[in-house]
Nanobody
Framework: QVQLVESGGGSVQAGGSLRLSCEAS????????LAWFRQAPGKEREALVS????????VYVNSVKGRFTISQDNVKNTMYLQMDSLKPEDTAMYYC?????????????????WGQGTQVTVSS
């Protein structure tokens, strides 16, 4: 059974940092497309950043460029999202996702496995 278990969300003041973790079980993250999404209340789920099976990174939202970094630890079979210089508009539920393929896309429907979500709240 494939499980992606997220942790690391919480409340932080503007300008602060958080690191989200997504540990996989029953599934190897190596050489897969991995991505982070977020969904704010009343809005659609949006792709933030992905890393394809070869390590190529794509950032889908301009506002997170230079602030959010995706990475993975193959020994721990865990992916991460480092979020720096957080802003109130970053407040949302954050999800990790994995796709049973090398290439990444921004459409949520193309991802096979999802974490349960973790809430990030940034106060001004």
């Amino acid at each position: 059974q494939v499980q992606l278990v997220e942790s690391g969300g919480g409340s932080v003041q503007a300008g602060g940092s958080l690191r989200l973790s997504c540990e996989a079980s029953g599934y190897l993250l190596l050489s897969k497309c991995l991505a982070w999404f977020r969904q704010a209340p009343g809005k659609e789920r949006e792709a933030l950043v992905s890393e394809n099976g070869g390590g190529g990174v794509t950032v889908y939202v301009n506002s997170v460029k230079g602030r959010f970094t995706i990475s993975q630890d193959n020994v721990k079979n865990t992916m991460y999202l480092q979020m720096d210089s957080l802003k109130p508009e970053d407040t949302a539920m954050y999800y990790c996702a994995a796709r049973d393929a090398y290439d990444c896309f921004s459409q949520p429907s193309l991802y096979n496995h999802w974490g349960q979500g973790t809430q990030v709240t940034v106060s001004s």
